[in-house]
């Protein structure tokens, strides 16, 4: 008498279905992850730009430039604090300068910069995404608060950079 049981072609086409599902939700997955991150970043560059006003309106001025992961003291308007960078490996950096191509003006941003000061190249840790093509040592996202916005001050507008709310 047979017992009844699967067949050694059916537990493989059943393994096969299951790795093509998985597969998809994997890809699916990734996708949500990225799309977060972004989110996040919007959201996050909001908040600091919102929190740049009250400081503005409470000391008629913006704060001074600022090394990359410092706050430059807008923690009594942020309710959790300067944040940390929305992409692994990657800081929010105030930008406060002075706009090299017109004197008297300035350039106010929140920049998020994906690779330490000093470099090198292989240390950054840049978005896999179509706008962070290109990207070099100095590149960033950057939400633009008044003034030229760019990636960095040394390098001219048109640098590798993205502008998140441009």
Not at 10 to 26: N, P, R
Not at 142 to 163: E, M, N
């Given at each position: 008498?047979?017992?009844?049981?699967?067949?050694?072609?059916?537990?493989?086409?059943?393994?096969?279905?299951?790795?093509?599902?998985?597969?998809?939700?994997?890809?699916?997955?990734?996708?949500?992850?990225?799309?977060?991150?972004?989110?996040?970043?919007?959201?996050e560059?909001?908040?600091?730009?919102v929190?740049?006003?009250?400081?503005?309106?409470?000391?008629?001025?913006?704060?001074?430039?600022?090394?990359?992961?410092?706050?430059?003291?807008?923690?009594?308007?942020?309710?959790?604090?300067?944040?940390?960078?929305?992409?692994?490996?990657?800081?929010?950096?105030?930008?406060?300068?002075?706009?090299?191509?017109?004197?008297?003006?300035?350039?106010?941003?929140?920049?998020?910069?994906?690779?330490?000061?000093?470099?090198p190249?292989?240390?950054?840790?840049?978005?896999?995404?179509?706008w962070?093509?290109?990207?070099?040592?100095?590149?960033a996202?950057?939400?633009?608060?008044?003034?030229?916005?760019?990636?960095?001050?040394?390098?001219?507008?048109?640098?590798?950079?993205?502008?998140?709310?441009?």
């Open positions: 008498m047979r017992t009844k049981g699967f067949t050694l072609i059916e537990l493989l086409v059943a393994i096969a279905i299951i790795g093509v599902l998985s597969s998809i939700v994997v890809v699916s997955l990734n996708e949500s992850r990225k799309r977060a991150y972004f989110s996040r970043a919007l959201a560059t909001r908040n600091i730009a929190a740049l006003e009250f400081y503005f309106d409470k000391n008629d001025a913006y704060p001074l430039d600022t090394p990359r992961n410092i706050d430059p003291g807008l923690g009594p308007y942020l309710s959790s604090g300067w944040p940390q960078g929305p992409w692994p490996g990657s800081i929010y950096d105030w930008d406060n300068w002075n706009d090299p191509s017109v004197p008297g003006q300035k350039i106010h941003q929140v920049s998020i910069r994906f690779c330490p000061p000093s470099g190249i292989s240390a950054c840790n840049f978005p896999d995404e179509p962070a093509a290109g990207f070099d040592i100095d590149s996202a950057y939400y633009c608060v008044a003034g030229a916005c760019r990636s960095h001050i040394s390098h001219p507008v048109t640098y590798p950079g993205f502008c998140l709310n441009c």
